[in-house]
């Protein structure tokens, strides 16, 4: 993190275990990243470091690239780490 804060890099992807444990070292979170409470993608924006998460919309990404239509459909998500809570925030956007 002081990498990022001084300039040293510019951004950093996070990942298990630190996609929750992260967030409250960050100074600002993208809205969605907040309601899944999970973050996997830090950037420096000015003096500010700016979480995202990019793991839901990775997943929405790739059941539209496959035709794959979850409408009305029942779905077991495994796990309970920060991927899958950005997989439930996905599958919710369907309404499963």
Do not use: C
Request: proline share 2%.
């Amino acid at each position: 993190m002081d990498d990022l804060r001084t300039g040293e890099l510019n951004g950093v992807n996070v990942t298990i275990p630190h996609k929750e444990n992260v967030i409250e070292y960050l100074d600002e979170i993208n809205p969605r990243a907040k309601i899944i409470g999970a973050v996997n993608v830090i950037h420096k924006n000015g003096n500010k470091l700016f979480g995202n998460n990019t793991d839901w919309f990775g997943f929405t990404m790739s059941l539209k690239k496959n035709g794959i239509k979850i409408n009305g459909k029942e779905v077991i998500v495994l796990g309970a780490g920060g991927t899958s809570k950005s997989i439930i925030f996905s599958l919710k956007q369907y309404g499963v």
